[in-house]
């Protein structure tokens, strides 16, 4: 992942104050290479490294992380700010029937969005929305939106045969004013590629259906030819936001990043999958973390900075290191834990470590049972904390008693650390190197 390739270029530079140039260049290539393996335009890459670079040089590295922990937060921050910093919604606010056009190549999702747009409208906003199908190339297409109509439960267009496009717009206009409706969704012809024709008719279309919002649908999945196709749509119908669909496929969803760039036009919606509730708000934090594929390191840093220390860090290291776990460790786990509201402690947030999440998601999360836990070790002489297997049953009891609990919570408490120094004593056989890299040890 970026976050191991970028751990390894800093493996030697720890204990700088500060990021140097040299340091953020060697950052950038990867970061570089992560952004066009997630499909994002070479134009764009180019020109938000550079922005990034300009941003990253000189920035106090945080104690507690490593410097590339620290240059992937950067990355992370300018990535939402150009994806735009919160989720835009759809605007209605203009005199009934508020007309929404889409637009976009063939296949790109938009008869569905179309209907998934409208069965948002309806159920969330209460809304009467009417749709009407403008695709009279395919004549199965129609058809197509009006069984996607009737299965949300909105109203379509009467299909008349033999009408033109334009026609079909002015029709559909005419039947949502006099019929009363809230909202009025156009749903178009694509081509398998942009032409002159597809971009003409759509011009045509928007200047007789007036829409207060012209969205672009595009299939995450497209590479390259985002920024094109962006462009394209953009300059000849000037489009109000887009709509990403195929966001639960394989795509990194890079294609966001280059049409947000190149247009400045906000992502608003995404699809996530072909059933009619498969419609999300567009958050630009989500898609930053996918396009980086970089678990959870910017929590991991944001959280870091705030409560542990790089001493703590890198004790911690050692001992995951040597594969040793005691009880001492469990408590500052327990302590950690508890600062960090119960996320589950500085490890749970290490990429790959998901075993030990389970482990501690399974240790009931409540601040109390943190604070009895604690009370408990807190009962145990410093030799029994450090070896376990003294706790025999007559010292379990005088802690039970110490601490003002049932045995049965020690008995329990020593199986959860049991367990979790089993699953350390694994991740340190496998692959140990790069968790403790990550507590920069
Ligand atoms: P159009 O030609 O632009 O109208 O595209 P359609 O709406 O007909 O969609 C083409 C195909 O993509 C259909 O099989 C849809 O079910 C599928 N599709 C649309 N949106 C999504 C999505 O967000 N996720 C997935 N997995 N499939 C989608
Ligand atoms: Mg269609």
Redesign the pocket.
């Known amino acids: 992942s970026l976050s191991d390739r970028l751990g390894k270029i800093f493996d030697g530079l720890r204990g700088r104050g500060a990021l140097n140039e040299a340091d953020v260049d060697a950052a950038l290539r990867e970061i570089r290479r992560a952004l066009i393996e997630a499909d994002v335009s070479l134009e764009v890459v180019r020109a938000f490294v550079e922005q990034v670079r300009d941003r990253a040089i000189g920035v106090e590295v945080t104690r507690s992380v490593t410097p590339g922990q620290q240059v992937v937060k950067i990355v992370h921050d300018e990535l939402v700010g150009v994806l735009g910093e919160a989720a835009t919604p759809i605007d209605l606010n203009a005199a009934a029937p508020v007309t929404i056009l889409m637009v976009?190549?063939?296949?790109?999702?938009?008869?569905?969005?179309?209907a998934?747009i409208a069965k948002r409208l309806k159920d969330k906003q209460k809304k009467k929305v009417l749709l009407a199908s403008l695709?009279t190339r395919r004549p199965a297409?129609m058809e197509?939106l009006k069984v996607l109509g009737e299965q949300v439960g909105v109203d379509t267009l009467p299909i008349v045969a033999g009408e033109d496009p334009v026609t079909i717009a002015r029709r559909a206009a005419r039947e949502a004013r006099l019929g009363g409706f809230d909202v009025l969704i156009l749903?178009t012809a694509?081509r398998t590629h942009i032409d002159e024709e597809l971009m003409a008719e759509t011009a045509e279309i928007k200047s007789v259906s007036s829409p207060h919002e012209v969205l672009l649908?595009v299939d995450a999945l497209t590479g390259q030819d985002a920024v094109n196709l962006a462009r394209s749509f953009d300059a000849r119908v000037d489009i109000t936001g887009i709509v990403m669909?195929?966001?639960?496929?394989d795509g990194r969803g890079g294609a966001a990043l280059s049409m947000r760039a190149a247009t400045g036009k906000p992502i608003k919606l995404?699809?996530?999958?072909?059933k009619m509730d498969?419609?999300e708000d567009f958050h630009p934090s989500r898609i930053a973390d996918r396009i980086l594929g970089m678990g959870d390191i910017v929590s991991l840093v944001e959280k870091a900075a705030e409560h542990v220390s790089a001493e703590d860090a890198q004790k911690m290291a050692k001992k995951l290191k040597k594969g040793s776990f005691d009880l001492d460790d469990l408590r500052g786990q327990l302590q950690q834990m508890k600062k960090m509201g119960g996320m589950g402690g500085l490890m749970s947030m290490m990429p790959g470590v998901g075993q030990m999440k389970k482990a501690m998601a399974g240790a009931n999360i409540d601040e109390k049972v943190f604070d009895r836990q604690i009370a408990i070790i807190g009962s145990m002489t410093k030799k029994e904390r450090a070896d376990p297997d003294l706790l025999n049953a007559s010292r379990r009891k005088r802690i039970a008693a110490g601490a003002g609990v049932e045995v049965s919570e020690i008995n329990k408490l020593i199986k959860q650390h049991r367990q979790m120094a089993d699953m350390m004593k694994k991740v340190a056989k496998g692959g140990m190197g790069s968790l403790a890299g990550m507590f920069g040890g």
């Open positions: 976009g190549l063939q296949g790109s999702g938009k008869t569905t969005t179309t998934k695709d297409a197509q749903d694509g649908v669909t195929r966001v639960d496929g995404i699809g996530v999958g072909e498969a419609l």
